[in-house]
């Protein structure tokens, strides 16, 4: 018999079935992970650099040592593959070879399936030893930077800046304490190069409540060169942004908010008639006699106002 579609395999112990229901979609998904790997050709720079990335990027980051013979641009199969093991989205791959020497591959991956992939070469490189200084603890969530025109004009920049952000980005917190804000990682786009810095804050004292702020570099400390890219098309790249329903905020009628944030509301109310409005009881307003008479003649009784001793 002819099989007209894909054999759904039902889990047989409970331990197969908590891991299916783990990889299953879920409305809130779980921080990115990303597998840095070196490709069946490297150099020591890049084997030092992806070791600092993923320094940069612990614990939510898998360390390959192993040598990977692949060229992700030709053929990224055995990448999908080691994502659909390690449950990753985002991957680094590092490779050296006399046409692209020192070359990095940032991506990320979409239903197990390459989404962007661009490739970036190293010019140059200072690692996290070189630079003798304090280091901020591991999984501290960076603070990133971006400046430049082309992130704002250049398409594949765009792309570039969102895949960074993306890959640096950190699991999603609620709330930051002012001393949790103590590593910046500023990306600068500037002729043709992308510079990559790492440094570490420093609470100064201001005299004030508001501490004085020092930037401090701690390496690793990166100049890059746009090289090659494979971008998703747009209508993959809205799929993979598309959010269910149920996440999407309930519209409010009757309520808007200007660029500030400010929240205004506004409330519907039958017309009223101000000019039988009784306001407070003074002498220079009570009613003369002949107006009382006038509103017992209309069919109104005049309404007697009670006073307190």
């Given at each position: 018999?002819?099989?007209?579609?894909?054999?759904?395999?039902?889990?047989?112990?409970?331990?197969?079935?908590?891991?299916?229901?783990?990889r299953?979609?879920?409305?809130?998904?779980?921080v990115?992970?990303?597998?840095?790997?070196?490709?069946?050709?490297?150099?020591?720079?890049v084997?030092?650099?992806?070791?600092?990335?993923?320094?940069?990027?612990?614990?939510?980051?898998?360390?390959?040592?192993?040598?990977?013979?692949?060229?992700?641009?030709?053929?990224?199969?055995?990448?999908?593959?080691?994502?659909?093991?390690?449950?990753?989205?985002?991957?680094?791959?590092?490779?050296?070879?006399?046409?692209?020497?020192?070359?990095?591959?940032?991506?990320?991956?979409?239903?197990?399936?390459?989404?962007?992939?661009?490739?970036?070469?190293?010019?140059?490189?200072?690692?996290?030893?070189?630079?003798?200084?304090?280091?901020?603890?591991?999984?501290?969530?960076?603070?990133?930077?971006?400046?430049?025109?082309?992130?704002?004009?250049?398409?594949?920049?765009?792309?570039?800046?969102?895949?960074?952000?993306?890959?640096?980005?950190?699991?999603?917190?609620?709330?930051?304490?002012?001393?949790?804000?103590?590593?910046?990682?500023?990306?600068t786009?500037?002729?043709?190069?992308?510079?990559?810095?790492s440094?570490?804050?420093?609470?100064?004292?201001?005299?004030?409540?508001?501490?004085?702020?020092?930037?401090?570099?701690?390496?690793?400390?990166?100049?890059?060169?746009?090289?090659?890219?494979?971008?998703?098309?747009?209508?993959?790249?809205?799929l993979?942004?598309?959010?269910?329903?149920?996440?999407?905020?309930?519209?409010?009628?009757?309520?808007?908010h200007?660029?500030?944030?400010?929240?205004?509301?506004?409330?519907?109310?039958?017309?009223?008639?101000?000019?039988?409005?009784?306001?407070?009881?003074?002498?220079?307003?009570?009613?003369?006699?002949?107006?009382?008479?006038?509103?017992?003649?209309?069919?109104?009784?005049?309404?007697?106002?009670?006073?307190?001793?």
């Amino acid at each position: 018999c002819l099989c007209t579609g894909p054999v759904v395999m039902k889990p047989k112990t409970k331990r197969s079935k908590r891991f299916l229901e783990n990889r299953g979609p879920k409305l809130t998904e779980d921080v990115k992970s990303a597998m840095i790997m070196k490709g069946g050709n490297t150099s020591q720079m890049v084997t030092q650099a992806l070791k600092d990335i993923y320094s940069l990027k612990k614990p939510n980051a898998v360390l390959y040592k192993k040598k990977n013979i692949t060229r992700p641009f030709e053929d990224s199969t055995s990448l999908e593959f080691f994502s659909k093991k390690t449950d990753c989205s985002l991957f680094l791959f590092g490779s050296h070879n006399k046409k692209r020497p020192n070359n990095f591959i940032f991506g990320r991956l979409f239903d197990f399936h390459v989404l962007d992939m661009i490739e970036l070469g190293i010019e140059k490189y200072v690692s996290l030893s070189e630079i003798k200084t304090n280091k901020c603890p591991e999984g501290t969530k960076p603070m990133l930077v971006f400046a430049g025109e082309p992130f704002e004009t250049d398409h594949e920049y765009k792309r570039l800046k969102n895949l960074l952000i993306d890959f640096f980005r950190g699991p999603t917190v609620p709330a930051v304490r002012l001393s949790g804000l103590e590593h910046v990682l500023h990306f600068t786009a500037l002729d043709g190069k992308i510079f990559m810095r790492s440094y570490r804050c420093l609470l100064k004292k201001s005299g004030c409540r508001t501490p004085r702020i020092e930037l401090e570099e701690i390496g690793p400390s990166f100049d890059f060169v746009l090289r090659r890219t494979h971008l998703a098309s747009e209508d993959l790249y809205k799929l993979a942004h598309k959010q269910p329903k149920a996440l999407k905020p309930k519209k409010k009628k009757n309520i808007s908010h200007d660029a500030f944030g400010t929240r205004f509301g506004r409330v519907h109310m039958q017309k009223q008639d101000l000019s039988k409005l009784r306001t407070r009881k003074m002498k220079g307003l009570r009613k003369r006699k002949g107006e009382v008479a006038a509103e017992e003649q209309d069919g109104q009784a005049p309404k007697v106002a009670k006073v307190e001793s």
